[in-house]
T-cell receptor, first 114, second 111 residues
Framework: DSGVTQTPKHLITATGQRVTLRCSPR?????VYWYQQSLDQGLQFLIH???????AKGNILERFSAQQFPDLHSELNLSSLELGDSALYFC?????????????FGPGTRLLVL | QKEVEQDPGPLSVPEGAIVSLNCTYS??????FMWYRQYSRKGPELLMY????GNKEDGRFTAQVDKSSKYISLFIRDSQPSDSATYLC???????????FGTGTQLKVEL
């Protein structure tokens, strides 16, 4: 158990809908990262938050947004969902976000868009 | 061309075999190198973390980095059925905060 929690574990929804994925980092970690894992693209970095502020963006679609709250949990919002958004979404956390730090991954949320 | 290339496998070996997993990369700014193990339907779990060129050993696992060739490897000795998983290489620049992953190699260790 990495100490990173994610809810829900599974999500099934329809095209055009909006969903929110939630992540709680390890105790003491200030940085939260979101990654998407699909069969054709592998694990892709989406976005990084540090202590409530956005630090870096990767291949995140404009339909997706995220935030980190004062209690350091983070939410990833996916809207106008398309079939191709079906994937595993992982959250990871680290202490401050430096390149030398280990990122610990949560169990993921499996999203299926029908 | 992808920044990190990894043979997707699948790789099937008998129990007790030595397994060699490899990644090549193109970005010379990568400074930290990791190997994650991912069981089916689970999150990636950190196995090995290396910084400098050379070897790092942890139990049955040895990570090797050759920065001059932009090549990293993970060796698993005395492989066990419980090692059956997908192995992902990952790397990050010194000042960076996003991990860049290989596509993962699926390993099956058979009895």
């Amino acid at each position: 158990d990495s100490g990173v929690t994610q809810t829900p574990k599974h999500l099934i929804t329809a095209t055009g809908q909006r969903v929110t994925l939630r992540c709680s980092p390890r105790s003491g970690d200030l940085s939260v990262y979101w990654y998407q894992q699909s069969l054709d693209q592998g694990l892709q970095f989406l976005i990084h938050y540090y202590n409530g502020e956005e630090r870096a963006k990767g291949n995140i679609l404009e339909r997706f947004s995220a935030q980190q709250f004062p209690d350091l949990h983070s939410e990833l919002n996916l809207s106008s969902l398309e079939l191709g958004d079906s994937a595993l979404y992982f959250c990871a956390s680290s202490v401050t976000g430096g390149g030398q730090e280990t990122q610990y991954f949560g169990p993921g949320t499996r999203l299926l868009v029908l | 061309q992808k920044e990190v290339e990894q043979d997707p496998g699948p790789l099937s070996v008998p129990e007790g075999a030595i397994v060699s997993l490899n990644c090549t990369y193109s970005n010379s700014a990568f400074q930290y190198f990791m190997w994650y193990r991912q069981y089916s339907r689970k999150g990636p779990e950190l196995l090995m973390y290396t910084y400098s060129s050379g070897n790092k050993e942890d139990g049955r696992f040895t990570a090797q980095v050759d920065k001059s060739s932009k090549y990293i490897s993970l060796f698993i000795r005395d492989s066990q059925p419980s090692d059956s998983a997908t192995y992902l290489c990952a790397m990050i620049t010194g000042g960076g905060n996003k991990l860049t992953f290989g596509t993962g190699t699926q390993l099956k260790v058979e009895l």
